[in-house]
């Protein structure tokens, strides 16, 4: 499949407005999708907050927004780009690892913890990395 399409773009072949039309819709549901799945994974789990998960919320909330921030310094990126880049590992873990536990039947109490606790803490990281969004340069 993907590599088939890699291969159909490369090539510079159109695809017909019709599969486009197909295809952008199947794109625009996707998320939503995905994401009331998730809902209906994690509804059924408890949450824990043990050393992977308190681990990961640090990694993911804290430490990766600050990596970013010093790579782009360091690298002298343009600032809207450090900018747009130090907001986008501020955001909350995603919902992959979970789906991929259901697909493979493994589940992790982890996963599923970490993607509830950064999706709520993203609340407060993320209004303090917009809030300081103006002094990165």
Do not use: H, W
Not at 20 to 36: I, K
Not at 61 to 69: K, M, W
Request: charged share 5%; glycine share 12%; net charge positive.
């Amino acid at each position: 499949g993907p590599i088939l399409g890699v291969g159909v773009a490369l090539a510079g072949y159109a695809l017909p407005p019709v599969l486009v039309r197909s295809f952008g819709f199947f794109s625009q549901t996707a998320a939503g999708v995905a994401l009331f799945v998730t809902g209906l994974i994690l509804s059924r789990e408890s949450v824990s907050l043990g050393a992977n998960v308190s681990g990961g919320l640090v990694l993911s909330l804290i430490a990766q927004p600050l990596l970013t921030f010093g790579l782009a310094s360091l690298l002298k990126y343009p600032t809207q780009v450090a900018r747009d880049a130090v907001l986008l590992m501020a955001c909350p873990g995603g919902f992959l690892g979970v789906l991929f536990g259901v697909a493979y039947n493994v589940r992790s109490l982890e996963a599923g913890s970490l993607l509830l606790l950064s999706s709520a803490l993203s609340a407060l990281t993320l209004s303090l990395v917009i809030l300081l969004l103006p002094f990165i340069r």
